[in-house]
């Protein structure tokens, strides 16, 4: 599976004498921008033919791969352990590299890329009941100083019934010709008992005028990330939604009254089939699996780019309370 990655700082092969593994990027020491790209590869493991490897952060779970790999890793700011794992039959062995995640300097993006921050703060945004969710829902929104990472977060509170969903949108710029995208967010929950699903989506218009809608969320029903596109045509479409491979936690259980960091990767092709190739909740980075589809609406919009974020209900009645704060969106 091809990786949108941002670029890294440090492409210098390491390797342990007292293992066969070797790490191809990152070098021990780098300074990265998360995502970054992790290259490794070996044949043997503590001497025996090597099975698979994997990787992790710290002490996180470990991704299994095969024995030569490229992968996109995300990881929050900071220094970390990165853990490069083989394992063969009745033994194991690893790599330890050290390095430390920076945030992103502009000037370091490849020459093709875009980024735009804190579209939270811009003062354009409108929102209204979801039709395509059940009941009824009505919202509020706001930029605040307070919680906030920026002092410019935005507040969203809902109230609904029958489990509706109130949606939040704006336009953010306007680019036909991107195809790569990450949309980088971070969002604190404070009242969610009643919550079933965050949905971070964003809407493109490509150069033949049809829209493209990255439609992604975390499902309290399925337990999963699930991306949605379209089964029926631009014309007469039929938008359904697709459980993927990678596991989400309900939305009312995320800790409260703390900033989750959300990363979303995807691309498209030149006829809207797009491809969401990884989503991480607080530098637990999970790969999507055939997670491709046709997304392509034609709505007769003037050439944008929009985000939505929306918060959908459980049950006959509730409120829900959101910010969401730094949200970034790369492209190329």
Known sequence: MKHFLLPVLSLAAVSVSASAITVSAPSSGAQLVSPFTLVANTTTCASKPAVSMGYSIDH??????????????????????????????????????????????????PASATVVSNIQSLPSWQWEHDPGTPGNSTGTSDVISAPSMTGNSRQFNVSFSDSGGEIYHDAFGSDVNATHFIYDVYVMLSQSSSLANIEMDMNQVMANGLTVIYAFQCSGYSGKWEYSYNVGTPQNPIVKWFPSNASCPHPSTWEPNIWHHVQIAYSRDANGVVTYQSAALDGTQQDLVGAIGSSTFDLHWKSVLATNFQLDGSGSEGSISAYIDKLTVYRW
């Open 60 to 109: 996180g779970q470990a991704i299994i791969v095969g024995t030569s790999f490229s992968a996109l890793v995300v990881a929050s700011d900071g220094p970390h352990t990165l853990h490069v794992k083989c394992w063969g039959q009745q033994v194991h062995d690893e790599v330890l590299i050290d390095i430390t995640i920076v945030p992103p300097d502009p000037m370091s993006l």
